[in-house]
């Protein structure tokens, strides 16, 4: 399938559009590259042993997002273009409120122009909120989440199941990510934060490379085995994977629209994971235990059965690949993707 990637030169994006060209699909990627550098898709090119078709548009902009659809011939897209930092997104819920719905309303509205009717979002555990018992199970409700961020994919995934149901034939995937970490196992492309890293696993790799003094783990004293917060973290090649698994088994979906979780089934605490990035590294990592995160839930983790059972997809790499490739990825580009 020809598929449009939103935000293929993003993190997540970038590995999906590997693993589509391993599938054999046909992916083209757009990204304003708010949040990624365009010296990505020369690496996917390379990496992938083909040119990667590469578009500059901004998809709040729906004059340009409905040219891009005249333009070109689309089977499936895959959406992943959005900002996703949950602090910033509290200081400034506007800008993610436009952003986030914005680039899904011009994308819907070309997608339904031009009768594009495959769609699989990225969308997020924060959506489970606050009460939801863990393992987190799909058909949990209400979804709500604490932040402006997880609420344009609460709403999000409600105005999906709102065009589904208008329009029949579209089928729509709902990815719940967990934690997603890790980086290609070539080192070439990964995760490269602008600015201080807000998330655990690109600040550890930044203190290994010596871009960060230490690491402040938010908090100690949570109701855990170790006292620090459990995540299910999800190494990206694997997640990449499940989102082929959820495009070639659209067609196939019983209803129309349909929410996977994609984690492993397991939670990792802080501490954990800290000690399986020394391994990786090979010494000791600075640290000190802090206070609290205002948000911070002390543990949570998927239930992955419907996953496995529907798209006979699931997690196999672990938290030491995930650590390594991390690693690999961060010790061969200690800034990231070069500027051109
Ligand atoms: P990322 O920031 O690396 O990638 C997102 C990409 O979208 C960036 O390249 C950015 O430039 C682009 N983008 C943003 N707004 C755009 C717009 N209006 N038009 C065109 N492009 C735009 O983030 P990521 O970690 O790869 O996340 C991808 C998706 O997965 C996001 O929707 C995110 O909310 C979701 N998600 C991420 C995580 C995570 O922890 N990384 C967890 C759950 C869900
Ligand atoms: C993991 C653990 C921190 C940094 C976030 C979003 C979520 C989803 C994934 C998009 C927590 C601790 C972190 C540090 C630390 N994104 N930590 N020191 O908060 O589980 O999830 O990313 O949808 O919506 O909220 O991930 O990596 O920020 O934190 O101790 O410097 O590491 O307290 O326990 P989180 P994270």
Redesign the pocket.
């Known amino acids: 399938m020809r598929v449009l990637v ?9 590995h999906t559009v590997l693993s589509l060209v391993e599938a054999g699909h046909d992916p083209v990627v ?7 550098k365009p010296t ?1 898709v020369p690496r996917l090119a390379e990496l992938a042993g083909r040119e990667i078709p590469a578009h500059r ?5 729906a004059a340009a997002t409905a040219e891009l659809f005249a333009a070109e011939r689309f089977d499936a897209v895959i ?6 930092a949950v602090g910033e997104s509290v200081a400034r819920p506007l800008e993610y409120y436009r ?2 719905l ?2 899904t309303f011009s994308l819907l509205a070309a997608m339904a122009e031009h009768d594009v009717r495959r769609f699989v ?6 959506v489970y909120g606050e009460k939801a018992p863990v393992p987190y199970q799909e058909d949990y409700e209400p979804l709500v989440s604490a932040s402006p ?1 997880g609420q ?2 609460v709403m999000i995934e409600r105005v999906l199941a709102d065009v589904a149901a208008a329009h029949p034939g579209w089928k729509v995937a709902l ?7 890790g980086a290609h196992p070539s080192g070439r492309i990964g ?3 602008q600015g201080i890293p807000n ?1 655990l696993m690109p600040f550890l790799a930044q203190v290994a490379v010596g871009r960060r003094e230490r690491l402040t783990i938010f908090g100690g004293d949570y109701p855990t085995a170790d006292g620090t917060c459990e995540r299910d973290y999800i190494h ?1 090649v694997d997640l990449a994977a499940g989102h082929v698994a959820a495009l070639d088994h659209l067609d196939a979906m019983a209803t129309d629209v349909r929410a996977y979780n994609l984690g492993t089934g397991s939670g990792t605490s802080v501490l954990e994971l800290l000690h399986a990035f020394e391994r990786a590294v090979g010494r000791e990592l600075p640290y000190e235990i802090g206070p609290r995160r205002a948000g911070d839930l002390p543990a949570f983790w998927a239930d992955p059965t419907r996953a496995r059972a529907e798209l006979g997809w699931e997690a196999t790499r672990t938290i030491d690949d995930m650590c390594a490739d991390t690693w690999r990825w961060q010790s061969a580009n200690p800034q990231g993707f070069p500027d051109a």
């Open positions: 939103t935000g293929g030169a993003g993190y997540i994006g970038s757009v990204d304003s590259f708010v949040n990624a990505v548009v901004d998809l709040t902009d959406h992943f273009a959005a900002l996703k952003n986030n914005d680039a979002f990225s969308s997020s555990a924060t961020y344009t994919k990815l719940r990510y967990f934690n997603p970490v995760e490269d934060p998330n990206v």
